[in-house]
């Protein structure tokens, strides 16, 4: 019996009705694709007849579709940010809202046309990485996963955009085992509680490994942001998609590692919180007493005798100032922070690791031209120091 475009889209799309919110888009775009056609041309040919092969294969894919198989999965690709993307159920189904974090992304590295090593944690299809990379043609970015699954779609998707000479990949629990510093550190974790994930209908459709948040769904936000205190550029930039509800939780989170940082919410079309954007700050802390400060003000340069010291850690990334002045500092009294310019310093920084972390050690003086600003630092009634004024 011979059956038209029109009749097999009619069919498909009242059986999807009970399960799909758009069940005339995707029949279209399951027969367009049967079809190796443009859907345009499929709504354009409503009276066209199929053929036995052209419907045996409309009929094959829309029984999964019933099936409750998602559509991209059955197409074997998914567009996202205007690229076309090779999918399979190892991997999260690109969605809109995460485009926004793309376009920050894009927003900030115009901005700062030097930054150019970034890397996507938990990349699945590597959709983030690989729409930044073909906006920016100089930008690296290592793509991680802890799916060896997903990082091998996400390597077909960077090869089917020659892509492959500034993608690298490695299989990774967050960033555990990840070496070296990144200007950008962008990622769309599972944020999920995994209560809300077993009500919902996308469970067991898409894989739980990038849906499930943990029991209040921020427990891989809360790891990654503790992890990227010691692999974040000074001046660099972390972007995060999380989960509407999530936006005062993630913040909170962001400032505690951070509190030097510019911590900002990005909300979605819908108004919804739909992104967390942690700027570092660029400049380098040091902590002395006034009378040292003064001293060099009047000497014309800042120089004590531990800047030449090796192990002794006298200056920090700001977010790390209250932990230093509280180990090192607290029997130390007038304190101030000097807030410090690398790109004004004449003697050379090195970037050493102390208790897991990244401290910059100054091998010399500091040109008073590249301390930007002086604030003080005072402890509470108890002694403990929890405030650090960071400059405008």
């Not at 092969?53 to 940010?81: C, M, N, R, T």
């Not at 590597?126 to 970015?141: F, N, T, W, Y």
């Not at 998707?157 to 950008?184: H, K, P, V, W």
């Not at 509407?244 to 990005?266: D, I, M, N, R, W």
């Amino acid at each position: 019996m011979a059956i038209t475009i029109q009749e097999i889209v009619d069919q498909i799309r009242h059986r999807l009705a009970r399960q799909s919110d758009s069940p005339a888009l995707d029949a279209q775009v399951l027969v367009a694709h049967c079809l190796e056609k443009p859907r345009a041309w499929v709504l354009a040919h409503p009276a066209a007849v199929l053929n036995d092969q052209q419907y045996d294969a409309i009929v094959q894919a829309s029984e999964k579709l019933y099936q409750g198989e998602p559509l991209p999965y059955v197409l074997g690709h998914w567009e996202f940010f205007g690229i076309d993307f090779q999918l399979t159920p190892d991997v999260l189904i690109p969605r809109p809202e995460t485009e926004l974090l793309v376009e920050r992304g894009l927003d900030w590295l115009h901005l700062h046309p030097t930054a150019r090593q970034a890397i996507d944690v938990g990349t699945g299809s590597g959709c983030i990485a690989i729409a930044l990379a073909m906006k920016i043609p100089d930008l690296h970015i290592l793509l991680t996963d802890i799916s060896p699954r997903a990082l091998n779609v996400a390597r077909v998707n960077a090869e089917n955009n020659s892509l492959s000479d500034r993608l690298e990949f490695q299989q990774a629990d967050l960033l555990d085992g990840i070496e070296g510093t990144y200007a950008m550190i962008c990622a769309n974790l599972p944020y999920i509680p995994t209560q809300v994930l077993k009500n919902l209908t996308v469970n067991n459709k898409e894989p739980g490994l990038a849906l499930d948040g943990g029991v209040d769904g921020v427990e891989l936000i809360s790891k990654l942001l503790n992890q990227a205190r010691s692999r974040l550029s000074p001046g660099g930039v972390i972007l995060l998609e999380i989960e509407s509800t999530q936006g005062a939780e993630v913040k909170k989170l962001a400032q505690a590692f951070y509190p030097a940082a510019k911590v900002h919410l990005l909300k979605d079309l819908s108004r919804q919180d739909r992104c967390i954007e942690i700027r570092r700050s660029n400049l380098i802390a040091h902590l002395c007493q006034h009378k040292e400060w003064s001293n060099a003000q009047r000497l014309g340069s800042y120089k004590c005798m531990s800047l030449g010291k090796e192990g002794f850690i006298h200056c920090s990334q700001p977010e790390q100032t209250l932990r230093v002045a509280n180990r090192f500092y607290r029997d130390v009294s007038d304190l101030v922070v000097l807030w410090i310019d690398p790109e004004k310093i004449t003697s050379e920084i090195l970037w050493e690791t102390a208790d897991g972390e990244l401290f910059p050690h100054i091998y010399g003086p500091i040109d008073l031209v590249a301390v930007t600003a002086v604030t003080e630092l005072k402890p509470e009634s108890d002694g403990i120091y929890r405030q650090v004024e960071t400059p405008d």
